[in-house]
């Protein structure tokens, strides 16, 4: 049972460009999201997140929304560069974030130069 | 500031052999600790989390077990590993309400 599904396995990009990650759950207890980033070889590192109170967060070139009534949350990159080429992962967490995360699938981000 | 450390980084096991992968984290006390799998196409699967010295929590039925002995040490492990059991494992903390952090991983293969 997928709680946490990101339906997209990849997605390419032109550099400059807004970057669209998308990230769907089915358990309404959830109420706090994050998204993560890795590259190959590494453990994941943590981008940006949101709690279920807020619709919207924004960190430099990274936005994350949240869409409480669809179960919806994405992550929004702009400017895309290169060094953003990554898998990305969202996960989410019940008791705002003193749960265990549960993640997604990941989606692999390719910026084209 | 905390850290988290992970080793080995890489291991190749026969099929049967035992498994001990360690994870140490420093700078803070009594956090939340987690092994993950990475496996294609599966994401980041839970396979373990604890909150405390000797507090397990299994989430899937595996090949696998964990144990934490100290606050800050924790550790996966398998008496004879299956050739399914090869992936990359994570170990992660959080603790407070904060992100989780993710220690450096494991590629273990099993041949």
């Known amino acids: 049972d997928q709680q946490v599904k990101q339906n997209s396995p990849s997605l390419s990009v032109q550099e400059g460009r807004i970057s669209i990650l998308n990230c769907d759950y089915t358990n309404s207890m959830f109420d706090y999201f994050l998204w993560y980033k890795k590259y190959p070889a590494e453990g994941p590192t943590f981008l940006i997140s949101?709690?279920?109170?807020?619709d919207k967060n924004e960190d430099g070139r990274f936005t994350v929304f949240l869409n409480k009534s669809a179960k919806h949350l994405s992550l929004h990159i702009v400017p895309s560069q290169p060094g953003d080429s990554a898998v990305y992962f969202c996960a989410a967490s019940i008791n705002f974030g003193n749960e265990k995360l549960t993640f997604g699938t990941g989606t692999r981000l390719t910026i084209i130069p | 500031s905390q850290t988290i450390h992970q080793w080995p980084a890489t291991l190749v096991q026969p099929v049967g052999s035992p498994l001990s992968l360690e994870c140490t984290v420093e700078?803070?006390?009594?956090?939340?600790l987690y092994w993950y799998r990475q496996a294609a196409g599966r994401g980041l699967q839970l396979l373990f989390y604890?909150?405390?010295?000797?507090?397990i929590s299994s989430e899937v039925p595996q090949n696998l077990s964990a144990s934490r002995p100290q606050d800050r040490q924790f550790i996966l492990s398998s008496k004879k590993l299956l050739l399914s059991d090869s992936g990359f494992y994570l170990c992660?903390?959080?603790?407070?309400?904060?992100?989780?952090?993710f220690g450096q991983g494991t590629r273990l293969t099993v041949v």
């Open positions: 949101i709690s279920s109170i807020k």
């Open positions: 992660a903390w959080n603790g407070g309400g904060t992100e989780a952090f």
């Open positions: 700078g803070t006390s009594n956090p939340n």
């Open positions: 604890s909150v405390g010295i000797g507090q």
